[in-house]
């Protein structure tokens, strides 16, 4: 059942080239330019008109929704705020028939997130689900949607059900810039081609890196903190990384946006702190390299995931760990690949359970 891999876990983030695959087929249309949503078709009109989209989700799915905030507003021109399910349904939150709420969920079942989208759904917003269960709760409960197709995710640890709503996000971002103008035909297409090379890149990522990786998890597998930093759009994959080491090492991880450091947890860095860098070549990469000399300069150890062929990066870096260029739109679809395999190799030096950690349930279905 676990095909021949040691761990549910490795066996999903070895997946993942066919289930990111499998959530674009059919709906990333290259030859013909476009892209097939039927859900965004269904709510077309709502999302036109929308005043802003609000994102709700939990935990990784979250991180995902992290993402989307800066993919459709950079895209799409259309207002984004996300919110935690745990709070946004506890608040009073100021939700008109004017709001699309995006919900993104891997179970279809977690607590939280369902209450939020009944309350938001009372006021008369317009539910649109990004769900992996076919037939669950918050599938049931949203006007639209579009399922990912990662299939059951066994692992606690989300790592193939991510990747596919990244996926998926970039299909809906794309669409929608498409329907509302706020993209030109040239960006359009360059970015299909590359969401279209999502697969084989990841696969290269499993095919070349993962010895390597597994000399870096062995290397760090005893620290007690472990700091992760990103810029613009991987900084969500910062905070996913942290996530991921957390929930099957146990070790007690942070992420950051790079630059907030200085406003406290810089105090952090002493020659023990292992800094891990989301790296690749973006817009914002020199302001990167210049946050990790900041980290040197303290005696931290730097480890980045970075672009193939980034010398820079690598004169600076301690371990380096490498990913294939991407358009940074998309980086954080390949980026967080690395990351998944680091905690997971770091859990297993460990000896835990890195199928079932310890306090933790696959689908939390109470609050
Ligand atoms: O099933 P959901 O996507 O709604 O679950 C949300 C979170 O509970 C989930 O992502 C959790 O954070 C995972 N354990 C992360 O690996």
Not at 88 to 97: C, E, K, L, S
Not at 199 to 224: F, G, R, S, T
Not at 294 to 315: C, F, L, N, P
Request: some cysteine; proline content about 3%.
């Amino acid at each position: 059942e676990k095909g021949g891999y040691d761990h549910f876990m490795l066996k999903e983030i070895f997946e993942q080239p066919t289930t990111i695959a499998d959530s674009l087929r059919g709906r990333l249309v290259l030859n013909e330019s476009k892209i097939i949503l039927s859900g965004i078709d269904i709510i077309q009109e709502k999302l036109l008109n929308a005043r802003r989209i609000i994102i709700v989700a939990c935990g990784t799915s979250w991180h995902a929704g992290l993402v989307a905030e800066y993919v459709i507003e950079e895209l799409c021109r259309i207002n984004v705020e996300v919110e935690y399910a745990s709070e946004f349904r506890y608040r009073n939150p100021i939700i008109t028939d004017e709001d699309v709420i995006i919900a993104i969920s891997q179970s279809g079942e977690t607590a939280d997130t369902l209450v939020a989208l009944e309350r938001a759904k009372e006021q008369g917003a317009t539910i649109f689900g990004i769900v992996n269960v076919v037939g669950s709760s918050i599938a049931r409960i949203s006007h639209a949607g579009c399922y990912t197709h990662a299939g059951p995710e066994i692992g606690v640890a989300s790592t193939k059900a991510y990747t596919a709503q990244l996926a998926v996000l970039m299909l809906l971002a794309l669409k929608v810039a498409k329907m509302k103008g706020t993209i030109s035909e040239e960006r359009f297409v360059e970015l299909s081609q590359e969401l279209n090379s999502v697969p084989e890149k990841v696969e290269w990522v499993l095919k070349n890196e993962v010895d390597n990786i597994k000399a870096i998890a062995y290397k760090y597998k005893d620290a007690h903190d472990v700091l992760y930093l990103g810029r613009g759009y991987n900084f969500p994959t910062a905070l996913e990384g942290a996530l991921k080491l957390k929930e099957i090492s146990y070790i007690h991880a942070e992420g950051y946006p790079a630059a907030e450091m200085k406003h406290g947890p810089i105090a952090l860095v002493d020659d023990t702190l292992p800094v891990v860098f989301v790296a690749t070549k973006d817009v914002y990469h020199e302001k990167v390299i210049s946050n990790m000399q900041e980290i040197k300069a303290r005696k931290g150890k730097v480890i980045a995931v970075v672009s193939e062929g980034d010398e820079i990066t690598h004169s600076i870096a301690d371990d380096i760990m490498t990913v294939p260029v991407l358009d940074e739109v998309l980086a954080p679809i390949l980026t967080v690949v690395p990351l998944q395999l680091l905690s997971y190799y770091i859990g297993v030096y460990r000896g835990l359970d890195v199928d079932k950690p310890r306090n933790l349930a696959k689908s939390v279905t109470v609050e």
